[in-house]
């Protein structure tokens, strides 16, 4: 758990892949947002929820199935919204496939929110998040950003040193270098980044280090 003043930040990590889904809690409201619904989510939060807190948004980052799996469920047990870009939504039946290999049961997320481009969503008072719309993993990956933390949900866009697959279908290399951009454009150097798998990073050790950040940054330029 990281204290970060007005909110707290629980990071679970459940699925067959190992994915981080990450709840955002507002310290006086007792309101939560969760980024991302991996297989056994639920029965990670549920704990959390029964001790007084209220999720109310539920924010994916694409639509993989080990990213958005639970969506559905998690908004049946608490009625939170839903939100998702909906270039993703041609993904469906290809997470319904994968999910089914893996033994994981897949229902279609119930969006209640579509994020078509960048966004500011306003979400709690104190809370204010800027969505990226950050393809190139996916058509529809979104990064979550709260400059007030100067933290981002990098989702599978952005890992600590390395960057996401482009080969999955409606993967794209270079808009996953346009987004890599995007994001050291748009982000200071001190954002504190939470990928959807393995740990976090700073963006600015990422520039450094991650020799993907170099070759996608580069290679845009040129
Ligand atoms: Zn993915
Ligand atoms: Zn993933």
Redesign the pocket.
């Given at each position: 758990m990281r204290d970060l003043g007005s909110i707290r930040l629980l990071k679970a990590v459940t699925g067959p892949l190992r994915t981080n889904a990450y709840l955002i809690l507002g310290v006086e409201t007792s309101e939560a947002v969760l980024v991302d619904s991996p297989p056994g989510v639920w029965e990670a939060l549920q704990p959390i929820l029964d001790k007084g807190v209220t999720l109310k948004w539920i924010l994916l980052?694409?639509g993989?199935f080990?990213?958005a799996a639970e969506a559905s469920l998690v908004r049946s047990k608490t009625g939170a919204e839903v939100f998702m870009h909906p270039a993703d939504k041609i993904l469906f039946r290809v997470s319904e496939s994968v999910a089914s290999d893996f033994g994981i049961s897949w229902v279609d997320p119930e969006v209640t929110n579509y994020v078509s481009g960048d966004e500011n969503l306003n979400l709690i008072s104190s809370l204010r998040i800027n969505a990226l719309h950050t393809p190139g993993?996916?058509p529809g990956?979104l990064t979550y950003y709260l400059a007030d933390f100067l933290i981002a949900f990098t989702?599978?866009t952005l890992f600590k040193g390395t960057i996401?697959?482009t080969h999955?279908p409606g993967g794209s290399y270079k808009d996953m270098a346009s987004s890599l951009r995007k994001i050291f454009d748009n982000l200071p150097l001190e954002t504190v980044i939470y990928p959807?798998h393995g740990d976090e990073s700073i963006l600015r050790d990422e520039l450094i280090r991650n020799r993907y950040i170099k070759e996608a940054l580069l290679g845009e330029k040129e």
């Open positions: 980052t694409h993989h080990d990213h993993h996916t990956s989702g599978d996401g697959a999955f959807g």
